[in-house]
């Protein structure tokens, strides 16, 4: 039952943990300083330091995830519709925080909001093309 379950849930889930530790939780105006942070540097062979920031982590983490989503949409098993519909229901919930709770308006949470959406479009795509490649509609 673990396969119904988008993954795409994990860096959503990190990022809410994230914005809940905030002062204010969901009505956070701080989540953007949060995200931009610098937690490490890397020296680069150019001679110039790569800041790398919570929030680029997180895009990180979310495209790997991304990708792994889109190789379990290709499987046509009835598992994989309710997958869908799971991912469906996590991009309602990642738009309604995007548009209603300040801590939820930044750039790294719209980027992973438009993540899911892609995981959703890609999920009823490959399902319907799977479908109609499946079905033999004859030489009519």
């Known amino acids: 039952m673990f396969a119904a379950v988008p993954l795409l849930a994990l860096p959503v889930i990190v990022y809410n943990l994230v914005a809940l530790t ?10 953007s300083v949060r995200m931009t942070e610098t937690l490490f540097t890397i020296h680069m062979t150019s001679r110039t330091d790569w800041a790398v920031s919570l929030g680029d982590l997180l895009m990180a983490a979310s495209l790997v995830v ?71 509609f004859g030489d009519s």
């Open 66 to 136: 991304l990708f792994v989503e889109l190789l379990k949409s290709t499987t046509s098993r009835k598992i994989a519709i309710i997958n869908h519909s799971l991912s469906m229901v996590l991009f309602i919930l990642c738009l309604v925080e995007f548009l209603l709770a300040p801590a939820f308006a930044t750039s790294t949470f719209f980027l992973i909001t438009l993540m899911v959406l892609l995981d959703v479009l890609a999920g009823f795509i490959v399902t319907i093309v799977a479908a109609r490649r499946d079905v033999d």
């Open 22 to 31: 905030l002062t204010g939780g969901f009505k956070a105006t701080d989540a």
